[in-house]
């Protein structure tokens, strides 16, 4: 495994008198070079102009041209949001999501992660070629695939809840005729089949992270415990997460910086940025700012807060990678 | 008893994870009287390719098939590609190969950016798109889609480059090469491999993205695939065959890529982590 702190030159090379000779070497920052102008105009200099915008009164595309004078507003942006009710419900949408996929995807990653490690090795193939597919399929095919499974007429799920039987049907949920329901008519819908979806995608990343991980304990630990005649739950408690532990703490903080701004999904799933009662920050950003009438300044003071809150998760996620670094 | 349970689980598992890919695929191949029946039937009983002739040939706009939207994709997903492993491989070579003095900050800054939240991007790169005259065009979304996929390639490369012995090229620089031979002749090829998997992590990234090109562009014969897919059948009407049709040509080719290179992902994201 490459490190930060391994010396990929060799100690032969340190010794190399041609270059001791040469106290700086212009070479390695010459090919930096291209490599740090991208990254500095195409990331960096954005994430400081988002900051800039968000002090601006900017309703016109012409202002964003340069046609037009900028109007300096402060921290206006910024009061309208967060003396906006509506901001409260975004900000409640956006971490419940993140919160209960973060728990879902750790939960049924970590149970397939382990499956993996206990079954057989052509089961094993089969199983994580299966949750491969999953993983591969692109986040725009996979939300249309579940939209059309969650289609009001035809779907398979509509299908499925007409095929209960109606007496049961109606004393569970009070009807027993599922065409024509609409699935994601109601927020908490909505957020369920959202979260269906999102862990779907993402729980085999962790599943396949959490089988590396356990790859790398040695097996005689566990088989000693149960030898002893430990339960899988104190097994798992007692050796696996401790030995684990950095690697589920990495995959905790991914997994909340990349729920926190789930996008495409929700875009597909809502069909567009109509869908207001179900706003998460990243498309309420994006809405804000561009559908019509657009206010950029307000959508980047909103951007803004998302990036805050997500540099503090990074904070933690940075910390651990050179915790790591430092200790193998 | 026990492996009985395992094995179920499994199973289980295997049909949650595949069962949306295999759903899309059996749909695209179904006659459209099929897909609308009211009790669905799991294989196609008639099977038939008629969605895909349809959204290969049929005009979506006037003068505009699905194939040109397909192109697009191509020639964006290509083009990033192309930049992004040219530049991340000078990179990653000076990280790989020289120490000097802000080795470490660029590694850990290369760290750092990958966590900016490209969505909160949108504004100010729309606002520099619209600067540089680039709005409504392709060239637009290379640009962008080469800023994103940069730091992950350079960290990604770097593992592969430290990788080729250095004594190789201390022993070409002995037989008199010159530094742009030693990194043409011996540590390119060594190093094509690696490129080849971080290649295909660009593509992936530039062949998946919406929201970037669902802003910058405007006309819609430069659409990419995914912003005509939401844009064409994501509103209202759901002509379900040649949605699952396209959607399975879209898909297909990252499948294949991703399966090749998935090892990667896992080493790349929890770098170091996991030691062995």
């Given at each position: 495994?490459?490190t930060?702190t391994d010396?990929?030159?060799?100690?032969a090379?340190?010794?190399n008198?041609?270059?001791?000779?040469?106290p700086?070497d212009r070479?390695p920052y010459?090919?930096?070079?291209p490599c740090?102008?991208?990254?500095g105009?195409?990331?960096l200099?954005?994430?400081?102009q988002v900051v800039?915008?968000s002090?601006?009164?900017?309703?016109?595309?012409?202002?964003?041209?340069g046609?037009?004078?900028w109007?300096?507003?402060?921290?206006?942006?910024?009061?309208?949001i967060l003396?906006?009710?509506?901001?409260?419900?975004?900000?409640?949408n956006t971490?419940?999501?993140?919160?209960?996929?973060?728990a879902?995807t750790?939960i049924?990653?970590?149970l397939v992660?382990l499956?993996?490690?206990?079954l057989g090795?052509?089961?094993?193939?089969?199983?994580?070629s299966?949750v491969m597919l999953a993983?591969?399929?692109?986040?725009?095919?996979g939300?249309?695939?579940?939209?059309?499974?969650?289609d009001?007429t035809?779907?398979l799920v509509t299908w499925?809840?007409?095929a209960?039987p109606d007496g049961l049907?109606?004393?569970?949920?009070g009807r027993?005729?599922?065409?024509?329901?609409g699935?994601?008519?109601?927020?908490?819908l909505?957020f369920s089949i959202?979260?269906?979806?999102?862990?779907?995608?993402?729980?085999?990343?962790?599943?396949?992270?959490?089988l590396a991980?356990?790859?790398?304990?040695?097996s005689?630990l566990?088989?000693a415990?149960r030898?002893?005649?430990?339960?899988?739950?104190r097994v798992f408690w007692?050796?696996?997460f401790?030995l684990?532990?950095p690697?589920f703490?990495i995959?905790?903080?991914?997994?909340?910086?990349w729920?926190?701004?789930v996008f495409?999904?929700?875009?597909v799933?809502?069909?567009?940025t109509?869908?207001?009662?179900?706003?998460?920050?990243?498309?309420y950003?994006?809405?804000e700012?561009?559908s019509?009438?657009?206010?950029?300044?307000l959508?980047a003071?909103i951007?803004v807060?998302?990036?805050a809150?997500l540099?503090?998760?990074?904070g933690?996620?940075?910390r651990m990678?050179?915790r790591?670094e430092?200790?193998s | 008893?026990?492996?009985v349970a395992l094995?179920?689980a499994?199973?289980?598992?295997?049909l949650f994870?595949?069962f949306?890919v295999?759903?899309m695929i059996a749909?695209?191949?179904?006659p459209?009287?099929e897909?609308f029946s009211?009790?669905p039937?799991?294989?196609p009983?008639?099977?038939t390719l008629?969605h895909y002739?349809?959204?290969?040939?049929?005009?979506?706009?006037?003068?505009?098939t699905f194939a040109?939207?397909?192109?697009n994709?191509?020639?964006v997903?290509?083009?990033?590609v192309?930049l992004s492993?040219?530049v991340a491989l000078?990179a990653?070579?000076a990280?790989?190969?020289?120490?000097?003095?802000l080795?470490?900050s660029?590694?850990?800054m290369?760290?750092?950016v990958?966590?900016i939240?490209?969505e909160?991007?949108?504004?100010p790169?729309?606002?520099?798109i619209?600067?540089?005259?680039?709005y409504?065009?392709?060239?637009s979304?290379i640009?962008?889609?080469?800023?994103?996929?940069?730091?992950?390639?350079?960290?990604?490369?770097?593992?592969f480059?430290?990788?080729?012995p250095k004594?190789l090229?201390e022993?070409a620089?002995i037989?008199?090469a010159?530094r742009?031979?030693?990194f043409?002749?011996?540590?390119?090829p060594l190093?094509a491999?690696?490129l080849v998997?971080t290649?295909?992590?660009s593509f992936i990234?530039?062949?998946?993205?919406?929201i970037?090109a669902?802003?910058?562009?405007n006309?819609?014969?430069?659409y990419?695939l995914?912003?005509?897919?939401?844009?064409?059948?994501g509103?209202d009407?759901?002509?379900?065959?040649p949605?699952?049709a396209?959607?399975?040509?879209?898909t297909?080719?990252v499948?294949?890529?991703f399966?090749?290179?998935q090892?990667?992902?896992v080493?790349?994201?929890?770098?170091?982590?996991?030691?062995?």
């Open positions: 495994m490459t930060l010396a990929p030159e060799t100690s090379a340190r010794e008198p041609a270059r001791r000779s040469r700086v070479l010459l090919l930096l070079l740090l102008v991208i990254i105009v195409l990331l200099w954005p994430l400081g800039t915008m002090f601006y009164r900017l309703n016109n595309v012409r202002q964003l041209r046609d037009r004078e109007p300096w507003i402060g921290l206006e942006n910024y009061t309208q003396g906006d009710p509506f901001f409260l419900t975004v900000l409640r971490v419940l999501f993140a919160v209960a996929n973060v879902l750790m049924l990653g970590t992660g499956l993996l490690n206990r090795r052509k089961m094993a193939t089969f199983v994580a299966c993983w591969a399929t692109p986040a725009l095919t939300t249309i695939v579940w939209k059309w499974i969650f009001d035809s779907g499925l809840f007409n209960l049907s109606q004393a569970l949920f027993s005729d599922w065409t024509g329901y699935w994601f008519n109601s927020p908490l909505f959202l979260t269906l979806v999102v862990v779907w995608h993402s729980f085999p990343f962790i599943a396949v992270s959490v991980g356990l790859k790398s304990v040695p005689e566990h088989e415990a030898v002893d005649g430990a339960s899988a739950w007692r050796i696996t401790p684990l532990r690697v703490g995959l905790i903080v991914l997994s909340t910086i729920d926190f701004k495409t999904q929700q875009f799933l809502a069909g567009g109509q869908d207001r009662p179900t706003f998460m920050l990243s498309i950003s994006y809405a700012a561009f019509p009438p657009p206010k950029y300044g959508g003071a951007a807060i998302l990036t809150i540099l503090v998760v990074t933690f996620y940075v990678v050179l790591q430092d200790e | 008893m026990k492996k094995n179920g499994g199973l289980l598992v295997a994870a595949a949306p295999y759903w749909t695209s191949l179904k459209s009287r897909i009211a009790t039937r799991p294989v009983t008639h099977p008629e002739r349809e959204i290969l040939t049929g005009n979506l706009i006037p003068g505009v040109d939207f397909f192109l994709s191509a020639v997903a290509v083009s990033t192309a492993g040219l000078l990653a070579t990280v790989a190969r020289f120490r000097f003095r080795r470490t660029f590694l850990i290369l760290l750092v990958q966590m939240p490209l909160a991007l949108v504004i790169l729309f606002l520099m619209q600067r540089l005259g680039l409504n065009t392709l060239p979304l640009l962008t889609y080469l800023g994103f996929s940069l730091p992950f390639a350079v960290w990604m490369l770097r593992g480059v430290a990788a080729v004594e090229e022993a620089a037989d008199g010159s742009a031979q030693t043409r002749r011996i540590l390119f190093v491999p690696g998997a290649s295909i992590f990234t530039a062949w998946n993205e919406l970037f669902l802003t910058f562009i006309d819609q014969g430069r990419t995914p912003v005509a897919m939401t844009f064409f059948f509103r009407d759901t002509a379900w065959g949605v699952m396209a959607s399975t040509l879209f297909l080719p499948i294949i890529f399966l090749l290179v090892r990667r992902m080493s790349g994201l929890v770098a170091g982590a996991v030691k062995g």
